[in-house]
Nanobody, 125 residues
Framework: QVQLVESGGGLVQPGGSLRLSCAAS????????IGWFRQAPGKEREGVSC????????YYADSAKGRFTISRDNVKNTVYLQMNSLTPEDTAVYYC??????????????????WGQGTQVTVSS
């Protein structure tokens, strides 16, 4: 049974950093496309950053480029999102998602079958 559990969210001041973790179980992460999405209040869910299951290539949304870094540890079966220079616009619930068929690395939520429960990130002074 595929399961994703996110952690690492919280309250951070503007300009601060957070590292989100997504622990995967029930499957081997190395063979799956996986990524991070977020949904802010009143907005649609958007793809933030994703990794291909084919060649580990990555995708970053324009809002994430230069500030966020996605990585995965296949030994720990965990994917991370390092977020730096956070702004209030980054406030959202962040979700981890994965799929065994979609090659990635595009972050289109309809292409990902399995989702975690989300972790809240709040950027505020």
């Amino acid at each position: 049974q595929v399961q994703l559990v996110e952690s690492g969210g919280g309250l951070v001041q503007p300009g601060g950093s957070l590292r989100l973790s997504c622990a995967a179980s029930g499957f081997t992460l190395d063979y799956y496309a996986i990524g991070w999405f977020r949904q802010a209040p009143g907005k649609e869910r958007e793809g933030v950053s994703c990794i291909s299951r084919i060649d580990d290539s990555t995708y970053y949304a324009d809002s994430a480029k230069g500030r966020f870094t996605i990585s995965r540890d296949n030994v720990k079966n965990t994917v991370y999102l390092q977020m730096n220079s956070l702004t209030p616009e980054d406030t959202a619930v962040y979700y981890c998602a994965t799929d065994e068929e979609f090659p990635g690395p595009e972050c289109i939520d309809s292409d990902y079958a399995y989702w975690g429960q989300g972790t809240q990130v709040t950027v505020s002074s």
